[in-house]
């Protein structure tokens, strides 16, 4: 099998941004991603427009993906696809694509769990990273999940705790959006961070049991502390804003950092790799690095294209199951709330 070239054409579609990969051996060569501006009009993702803009963007930007890449659709070897989880619309769109294109060329079909790319991001061929070694730990944070997740091999995974309500982005976007800032609000704290004392303001973080996680409560004591500073101040925000993105950050790091000091000492596993959208954030990519000479821990950060989402990482988990001979009937189906 590895004398021969093993081309993979990968769609993601969960949420709102259609992307289409060509992989080679392992290699990218192309990962094209078509974002949905309009979402940021209404202060978050609508299903219904997210599903609509899938089927406008998918055609072409397959067609993009392959050119790019340099390959023509005679040589695929098989297409690897978003099975779940996400919003339903966004996923029939590429699950129907998918199955149309591979039942046409009649090469094998390969579906993909979109949390377990996150995870194998870390495998993309890419000479200047390095590739945990199993087992390690993996956070996966990101707009819609926040898990740890053990993972012993490429598909051998536990999720060992979980949000019990709100994802981190979630948090990181309703704050911003009490603030007043745009959305997605995430890239804008992190901006606003570097620039204001994180010591600022205190909120108390959340206590649950175990390695799972709550952002819902955070979130309520942001927007009450927000409310009755400005109603002492009515400029507080604008006179504060570096500081309060500052403040609001540090915690949310606090928390994500106590659960993985929580799971090393309970696994004894000190590799850990980060994936997921907010993966991006350069406050929590500088504590891992930090907890390295704290904690003992190595630490694998994806190339910043494989965080968000994105059909590079769809097309390793292709590759890796195409290997196996791990395929999918013409009868998959989408599934919104797949798990791991």
Known sequence: MSSQNIYILAIESSCDDTAAAVMLNG????????????????????????????????????????????VDKSQLNAIAFTRGPGLMGSLLVGTSFAKSLAYGLQIPLIDVNHMQAHILAHFIEEP?????????????????????VKVSSYFNME???????????????????ILG???????EIDRRAKLGNPKAYQFTKPRVDGLNFS???????????IQREVKANPNFIEDNLNDICASIQYTIIGILLDKLKLATKQTGINHIAIGGGVSANSGIRQALKDGEQKFGWTTYVPKFEYTTDNAAMIAIVGHLKYLEGNYAGQNVMASARLKI
């Open 27 to 70: 290699k990218i060569l192309s990962n094209i991603v078509a974002n949905q501006n309009i979402h940021s009009e209404y202060g978050g993702v609508v299903p219904e427009l997210a599903s609509r803009a899938h089927q406008q963007n998918i055609v072409p930007v397959v067609h993009q993906a392959l050119k790019k890449a340099n």
């Open 128 to 148: 200047e990273f390095t590739k945990p070694p199993f087992p390690f730990l993996a956070m996966t944070i990101s707009g819609g999940h926040t898990q740890i």
């Open 159 to 177: 999720v060992i705790g979980e949000t019990i309500d709100d994802a981190v982005g979630e948090a990181f976007d309703k704050s911003g959006k």
């Open 181 to 187: 800032l745009g959305y997605p609000a995430g890239p």
């Open 215 to 225: 952002f819902s409560g955070l979130k309520t004591a942001i927007l009450y502390f």
